[in-house]
Each structure stands twice: as C-alpha cells, then as structure tokens.
C-alpha cells in the first residue's frame, strides 16, 4: 500500500469514523458521516474575511462519499434546512465546506 492509499485508510478509519471525530448528518437527503469545525470557521473569518461573518457552518466531506456534486454558490438541503455554498475547497479527495443561510454570491 502507498502512502496516498495510507492516509486515505487512515481518514476513513479514525478522521471521518463517528466513532471518533466525525457526526451523521443528511445531506441533499443523503445521510453522511462528516466533521463539523467551527473553530476553524471563526479562524478563517477572522484571517481572511477580516472578521467578517462568513457562514453558519464549516465542515470536512470525502468527495467521494458525496453522491450529489458541490458547487459555489449552490443550493444545498443540510439537515433540512436550506443552506448555500458560500466556499467550497478541495484537498486530497476531502471537501471544506462553509454553509450559509443566504446566498451571499449570486
């Protein structure tokens, strides 16, 4: 096994594990073990947005577990409420996500 195949064993086993770090929540009606960070939400407003409210909501998705696709300013139903995309990152397979209730882009 190469050490790409290593970390993404160890996301799946430990990271994004509900037993260990990651919560269930539903997701374009799809149910899906994420990692919900709002630290981090209030360190990338207070380091990029200079403190400026950015978003309801920050979490960690695999993409590969996502069956819907994620865009910028998109639509999405997040435990039943309508939320938006306010950014969407990509790194190593795995999304950072920040939800907002408005759509602030569009």
């Not at 999405?76 to 999304?95: A, T, W």
């Amino acid at each position: 096994m190469g050490f790409k195949e290593q970390i993404n064993k160890d996301l799946d086993q430990t990271f994004f594990n509900i037993d260990e770090f990651a919560e269930e929540h539903i997701i374009n009606g799809q149910k899906i073990s994420i990692v919900v960070d709002n630290d981090r939400l209030e360190e990338r407003s207070k380091k990029e947005y200079d403190g400026l409210y950015v978003g309801e909501l920050l979490f960690f998705v695999p993409k590969s577990r996502l069956s819907a696709k994620l865009k910028q300013d998109g639509p999405v139903i997040f435990d039943g409420k309508q939320m938006y995309v306010f950014s969407l990152r990509e790194d190593n397979g795995v999304y950072e996500v920040i939800l907002n209730q408005n759509l602030v882009g569009g």
